[in-house]
């Protein structure tokens, strides 16, 4: 208070720092731009475990209390996980993290989903090219049914549902099952269309 305390000029005066005092020293030089969001524990990078890794095998625990600080801190660095990676889903147990929640793009938005519901609609199924974060390079044409019905508890803990058609429901069933321990490799019915990114690039350019 003595420092903006301007009108008790002589009090300041009495209170300044000696010489050799840290504070006389130089301040410090403006920090780079984003610094603080560098440094700040919201923007932490996830380790994504891979195919072989058993927290990739077991059953995801419900969660009880979504709101809970280190679940939102665990969100956040999910994002900030997904975001790095490039990818459209990403589960909490390819973080090392065995509860039941997932991120998935729907859109421009990348939602939390936690304890999800996945429930197929219709007889429609569909074929399309899958890849996963957990087996890098790879991708494999997976047949699942073509739209769902989904609910759980968003990052506020509340109750959402909605239907999903196209990319999301692949995307919703994909992360979904991850907390079971299920790959896309299991759903696929003809291993034989299991191949390295970059030969599939090839192969469809030299076909186009
Ligand atoms: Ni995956």
Known sequence: SCITGATNTHRVTERQPPRDHPARIAPMPPLAKGF??????????????????????????????????????????????????????????QVHQPIRLFLWRDGEAVRALFNPVIEPLGEDRALAWEGC???????????RPARVRWSGLDEEGAPVAGEAEGIAARVLQHENDHLDGVFYLSRMPDLGRLGFTEELARAMESHA
């Open 36 to 93: 603080f969001a560098r440094i700040s524990p919201s923007m932490a990078l996830l380790k994504i475990a891979r195919m072989g890794h058993p927290v990739l095998l077991g059953t995801a625990a419900p969660v009880a209390r979504p709101d809970a600080p280190e679940l939102r801190r665990l969100v956040a660095d999910m994002r900030e996980t997904l975001a790095d990676a490039g990818g459209i889903g990403l589960a909490a147990p």
């Open 133 to 143: 974060l957990s087996i890098p390079g790879l991708r494999g044409l997976v047949e």
